[in-house]
């Protein structure tokens, strides 16, 4: 979860989510291991890890679909600047 945050995710509403459900599925597989039912935390384990990795992938994903719409909007100015 840390490498999410640290890419930003908090900033991409997607990856926010996805990180938010990370950091409850932990807090909810503390629980779990508490109370004595460590399959159950094992289960919510990996819930975390995989809500945690997409959130990773939001995140790196977002600033690249930014400047792809930047090449675009790019493109199109040259284009209509050369008719």
């Given at each position: ?17 996805e990180?938010r ?20 935390a ?5 819930r ?24 675009v ?5 040259l284009q209509?600047?050369?008719?």
């Amino acid at each position: 979860m840390r490498a999410a945050e640290e890419l930003g995710a908090s900033r991409v509403p997607e990856a926010a989510l996805e990180l938010r459900l990370a950091q409850d599925e932990m807090e909810q597989a503390k629980q779990f291991s508490k109370n004595g039912n460590k399959q159950r935390a094992d289960m919510m384990l990996l819930r975390a890890q995989a809500d945690a990795e997409l959130a990773v992938a939001l995140a790196k994903e977002a600033p690249l679909e930014a400047e792809a719409k930047n090449a675009v909007e790019q493109v199109k100015a040259l284009q209509q600047s050369s008719q």
